[in-house]
């Protein structure tokens, strides 16, 4: 396990003294089976072309994510995310209520979205692959999503372990029913068919994910 960790950090041929600080880091590293998402750091975001000429950027504030990884290089990377619909945001009331609405997500009659995965393949230089079930408007198709192990800290402000991704994946909304369209006079579609994902994550453990980050910040006064 050891020498596959070297490997996809890129370190395989490194120098002695960055390899040694890898390994105690792994070393040391506790052997945990179920992590949470730390939901006051992490962002679950999609961007999509409006008409062409800018990106319009949204976020969802609302999740749930289970996450299983049993050592420090996570070969055996599984995630469960359960995100709320009624709380996607676009920085615009209207176009928000829009999306909520039946052209689009249709909260009502469909209030989660899904993401199970399926499988996960390590690349050198920290970076993955993600297979899995993404599920909106009850229609499930199999994406990938392009990863990327970010940090771990063995020991956060609260004494806990901790670890962070970073992933992206471009899918066509058409494929889960997102149908809505239309046209400019001169034949510009306003919202474009291909959304890409982009998920910043950080993990810990369920008896410190949730007084971790928001204790320590009241008792400090902190934001962090």
């Known amino acids: 396990m050891l020498r596959r960790l070297l490997s996809w950090l890129g370190l395989s041929n490194g120098s002695t003294k960055q390899r040694e ?22 962002q679950i975001r999609f961007r999509v072309m409006h008409m062409g000429l800018v990106e319009v950027v949204g976020r969802f504030r609302r999740f749930s994510g289970q996450v299983r990884g049993t050592s420090v290089d996570f070969n055996d990377l599984a995630v469960e995310v359960q995100i709320e ?15 909520k609405g039946p052209d689009f997500f249709d909260a009502a009659q469909h209030p989660y979205i899904t993401f199970r995965s399926t499988g996960v393949q390590w690349r050198p230089l920290k ?27 063995l020991k956060d402000l609260v004494g806990q372990p901790r670890a962070s991704f970073a992933l992206t994946a471009q899918i066509d909304r058409r494929a889960w029913g997102l149908l809505w369209q239309a046209e400019t006079a001169d034949g510009s579609v306003v919202v474009d068919n291909l959304v890409t994902l982009d998920i910043e994550a950080e993990i810990a453990t369920p008896g410190g ?9 009241r008792q400090m006064g902190a934001t962090a």
Do not use: Q
Not at 27 to 35: G, N, V
């Open 127 to 153: 970076r993955f692959v993600l297979t899995g079930d993404l599920t909106i408007k009850g229609i499930t198709h199999r994406i990938s999503l392009d990863g990327e192990l970010k940090g771990l800290v």
């Open 21 to 42: 600080a890898v390994l105690k880091k792994a070393r040391d590293f506790p052997t945990i089976s179920s992590w949470e998402l730390d939901p006051y750091h992490t």
């Open 209 to 217: 994910y949730g007084g971790s980050s928001e204790t320590f910040c």
């Open 85 to 99: 619909v009624d709380s996607v945001e676009t920085d615009m009331p209207a176009r928000d209520a829009h999306l």
